[in-house]
């Protein structure tokens, strides 16, 4: 999982309140046994105007040109290399289902952060599992950043999440709050395996000791 730290990105303001998981990753594209590969499906029903289907070229699309992120302001090359990378919603964000391949069409579209004044529960809960850090902010302070995104193209933020404040391109600093091991975990780029995998020596030795005090279990000790 990528570490997060320090990011500054262009904010994309989507002005929807109840956005639910079917809208972030439609059914359709669950069929996927893969992790990977969502990122061109990322709002599909909205950001086209055909229907997709999973297989299909992005190419071949017919894109919306009024949502958010068709916008030419929001694409790589507008104001730097990369595209939007931080998310700024309304309240209830990721309301609805429990699929993980919510933040995972996410975070391969290329957002590190999302920022609003609430979000659903498990939402929220699988984002810090896939690396991409939700931020919760007073409802009157992610309005305010939502007059100034649209006022400026180009506006940015940057996420400290060490100091765990919001920075405005002027200086002006927004606390969040975020729990202490999840903020260890985002910091050190560790998802449930790499938590597991820092006592790989451990647990080879105590599977070693397991076989050889009830040897048939397994034909050959863990190596």
Not at 68 to 77: D, E, T
Not at 99 to 115: K, S
Request: aromatic share 12%; glycine share 8%.
């Amino acid at each position: 999982m990528q570490a997060f730290t320090l990011h500054t990105g262009l904010v994309a303001p989507m002005d929807r309140e109840n956005v639910d998981t079917d809208a972030i990753i439609p059914k359709q594209f669950l069929k996927s046994i893969r992790k990977t590969g969502f990122g061109p499906n990322l709002f599909d029903a909205w950001r086209y105007l055909d229907a997709g289907e999973p297989g299909q070229d992005p190419a071949s699309r017919r894109p919306n040109p009024d949502f958010i992120l068709n916008q030419p302001r929001y694409q790589p090359g507008a104001y730097g290399p990369a595209g939007a990378s931080i998310l700024l919603a309304r309240k209830n964000f990721g309301c609805g289902s429990s699929r993980e391949h919510a933040p995972w069409a996410l975070d391969q579209y290329g957002f590190r952060a999302i920022i609003a004044p609430s979000f659903a529960d498990i939402f929220f809960n699988n984002c810090f599992k896939n690396g991409l850090l939700p931020i919760v902010l007073p409802e009157a302070q992610v309005a305010r950043l939502f007059d100034e995104s649209a006022a400026f193209p180009g506006y940015q933020l940057t996420i400290d999440l060490p100091r765990q404040v919001v920075v405005k391109t002027q200086g002006d600093e927004l606390p969040f709050e975020v729990q202490a091991f999840r903020k260890y975990c985002l910091v050190n780029g560790l998802d449930d395996i790499g938590l597991t995998l820092r006592n790989a020596d451990k647990i080879k030795a105590f599977e070693a000791a397991r076989l050889a005090q009830k040897p048939w279990l397994a034909h050959t000790a863990v190596s």
